[in-house]
């Protein structure tokens, strides 16, 4: 949305056009109005609006609403809701729908705790685009949570994650290289996978460690846990 000379009085209009059934304004409204930006914090309007959102449609509605009504914001919390509207952002092709409604299915939130669907669910997000998706699957691969643990099948989703700009995802990555889990030890590789994870984001201060602690040949910390 272009920022218009008036924040607040732009950010009513948004509200009112999404009342009057234009799906591409709600969430807009919606998340200004849960994080008080350029208006009064009111999360009880805020969770309104992404409820029309959602059922306009909208899939970032759909996801700001599911998060809403699990946290209980705005209103009594109702997993069960939330889970159907990440199920229905999923359901209209948004990969983060998607990624929020296989860690729900991971957590039993909502629904019945199924682990096995949950890496379902992640596995198609990611390849979908999410890197949410392919952290949550990576995780599972990595904990054995739905199935055996597989460090190879953790480290390919790793990578999916990096390569979709997920700085965490490049951390880990390079964690597995270098202690050797899922391929051949490989030290040089982790530390280009460190720098990237520092370049995406500057601030990542265990890529800056980790980078410290290989130029001190130091190893890795044995108790580290994916």
């Not at 699957?137 to 949570?145: D, L, N, R, S």
């Amino acid at each position: 949305k272009a920022v218009p000379s008036d924040p607040e009085r732009a950010t009513r209009l948004y509200a009112l056009a999404c009342e009057r059934g234009w799906p591409g304004d709600c969430a807009f409204a919606a998340h200004a109005y849960e994080v008080g930006r350029s208006v009064p914090v009111d999360v009880v309007k805020a969770r309104h609006l992404y409820e029309r959102g959602c059922e306009l449609e909208e899939t970032a509605a759909c996801i700001g609403l599911s998060q809403m009504v699990i946290d209980g914001l705005g209103g009594p919390e109702d997993p069960a809701q939330g889970a159907g509207s990440a199920k229905k952002a999923c359901d209209l092709a948004d990969m983060e729908g998607c990624s929020l409604l296989s860690r729900l299915y991971a957590r039993g939130e909502g629904v019945l705790q199924d682990r096995v669907r949950a890496l379902s669910i992640a596995r198609f997000a990611c390849k979908g685009g999410a890197s949410m998706g392919c952290a949550l699957a990576a995780h599972a691969f990595a904990q054995g949570e739905g199935l055996e643990r597989n460090a190879r099948e953790a480290l390919a989703y790793y990578r999916r994650g990096c390569a979709l700009e997920d700085p965490n995802a490049c951390f880990l990555a390079a964690s597995s290289l270098e202690r050797g889990a899922g391929a051949a030890q490989d030290t040089p590789g982790a530390v280009v996978l460190y720098t990237r994870a520092r370049k995406l984001d500057p601030t990542y201060r265990w890529a800056d460690e980790a980078l410290r602690r290989i130029a001190r040949g130091k190893p890795p910390p044995a108790d580290f846990e994916d």
